[in-house]
């Protein structure tokens, strides 16, 4: 406990150093007791006229701190169980916007697109990316210390775009019980990214050095004003029920043949940073599929984990080296499923641990 709570004190004290560094702020308004948002892209609501948007995006590309050439405005508004955005993306020619791409965490090589990164624990060191395009396209990851990314990662949250003469406007809840974060924090950092295609314009809110960009989180700016928000109790229960019966007709006896299993995994918040995961009876079949790929090489292919009890915690097994590779967990030395009765696991973070 000695060094969590030195670490507590010296965090304590190094917070207004940070909050008085000169970062750039944007501010959360709370929604009222009666307020509701409905997510459509058309920002109706009162509340967005009281919140006053992250803007004066500075151009990444093509011209190194330039004045990007369209417009954008993020704005923040909460109540205790959820966060919103809406994110105004001005464009002078709406009918050339670029939105072709619709599949879920597709890479938008070729489309415009609305990027962002929040640093929920304020550390400076990991968080969580997310991005749009004009058509509705949801992407996003889990990014942990040293510029690791997991983007196979799958987080819950909802938004809605709406394309009009002014460009587009996406509006987005994000469930604060979907993502972690130290309620104690004094704020969170905060970047966003927006891509003109048919222009090859990037543009940044802050950090627009070729050292520093969206996923460096020391050059974030902040977004303060979250209070009093919850992320519920942070226990998660993930069951399943997996069966089958066939039948035989036509032999000497009627042959039949039926199984039924049942398991699940249990997910606790221990602390909001320090997670505990079990597992029961593990079906590791109840995910998506892999993609098909050709091996021409003499090393075996390492392909993605998708397995939501190996997902939690992820990043922190991404090592320089390659040491750990959870896929191989549930396979013998041949590469045949095993059963696997159960698990558990520990991960996260205690001061400086």
């Known amino acids: 406990a000695l060094p969590i709570l030195s670490d507590a004190a010296a965090y304590a004290q190094g917070a207004p150093d940070v909050m008085n560094s000169g970062r750039r702020t944007v501010q959360a308004v709370r929604l009222g007791a009666d307020e509701r948002i409905t997510l459509d892209g058309i920002m109706d609501e009162p509340v967005w006229k009281r919140t006053v948007p992250a803007g004066e995006f500075i151009m990444q590309d093509p011209v190194l701190g330039g004045t990007p050439t369209e417009a954008t405005e993020v704005h923040f508004a909460f109540n205790n169980d959820h966060l919103y955005m809406a994110v105004v993306c001005h464009d002078s020619e709406p009918d050339k916007l670029l939105g072709n791409t619709r599949k879920r965490d597709e890479f938008l090589s070729a489309d415009d697109r609305f990027m962002w990164t929040m640093d929920t624990f304020f550390n400076q060191q990991t968080g969580y990316f997310f991005e749009m395009n004009p058509s509705g396209l949801m992407a996003d990851a889990l990014m942990g210390p040293g510029g690791t990314n997991n983007r196979e990662w799958d987080g819950i949250w909802n938004a809605r775009v709406h394309r009009s003469d002014i460009g587009w406007v996406i509006e987005i809840d994000i469930p604060f019980r979907s993502i972690s974060f130290d309620p104690n924090a004094p704020a969170w950092g905060v970047n966003f990214q927006r891509t003109v295609r048919r222009k090859n314009e990037e543009t940044v809110w802050t950090g627009h050095l070729r050292n520093q960009g969206l996923r460096r989180m020391s050059n974030a700016g902040l977004l ?8 519920g109790h942070g226990f998660e229960v993930r069951p399943y029920l997996a069966g089958y019966q066939a039948d035989y007709p ?6 039949r043949q039926n199984d039924l299993n049942v398991g699940g995994e249990v997910a606790y918040n221990i602390t909001p940073s320090l ?5 029961v009876n593990t079906d590791f079949a109840e995910t998506e599929v892999d993609a098909r790929r050709v091996n021409l090489t003499r090393f075996a292919l390492q392909y993605p984990e998708k397995r939501s ?3 939690d915690g992820a990043t922190f097994f991404d090592f320089y080296v390659p040491a750990f590779f959870s896929r191989r967990v549930g396979l013998d030395a041949n590469g045949q499923p095993q059963h696997i009765v159960g698990g558990t696991k520990l991960t996260g973070q205690a001061g400086r641990f």
Request: charged share 20%; hydrophobic share 45%.
């Open 250 to 255: 036509g032999r000497i006896t009627n042959a």
């Open 275 to 279: 997670r505990a995961v079990g597992t």
């Open 309 to 311: 009890f190996f997902l």
């Open 224 to 231: 303060i004003g979250l209070k009093d928000v919850t992320q």
